[in-house]
């Protein structure tokens, strides 16, 4: 059973920076795709960015150029860099493991609010 620790939202101002950590547990950590998603009040969960066990990256329309995606798998950890916050950032945001051969888990989620 894989677990997700998800660490770091909070409340900042626009153009702030918060970063996301997600610490996993229950698998061999580097083969997993890990992905940053998000889901606003009203809204459908969408995909924000993930990483590969290669460190092939992807990053949605809305935050390419200011979310950076890394992992450290010595230990066990993906992050996410949030950098000049938007209120439309606001949303509570999830960790999401697919670990082969087809697994998928879900952390509990972290919430982030961007407001003056």
């Known amino acids: 059973q894989v677990q997700l620790v998800e660490s770091g939202g909070g409340l900042v101002q626009p153009g702030g920076s918060l970063r996301l950590s997600c610490a996993a547990s229950?698998?061999?950590?580097?083969?997993?795709?890990m992905d940053w998603y998000r889901q606003a009040p009203g809204k459908q969960r969408e995909l924000v960015a993930y990483i590969t066990s290669i460190g092939t990256t992807y990053y949605s329309d809305s935050v390419k150029g200011r979310f950076t995606i890394s992992r450290d798998n010595a230990k066990n950890t993906v992050y996410l860099q949030m950098n000049r916050l938007k209120p439309e950032d606001t949303a509570v945001y999830y960790c999401?493991?697919?670990?082969?051969?087809?697994?998928?888990?879900w952390g509990q989620g972290t919430q982030v609010t961007v407001s003056s």
């Open positions: 999401n493991a697919l670990v082969p051969p087809g697994s998928e888990y």
């Open positions: 229950g698998s061999i950590f580097s083969q997993n795709v």
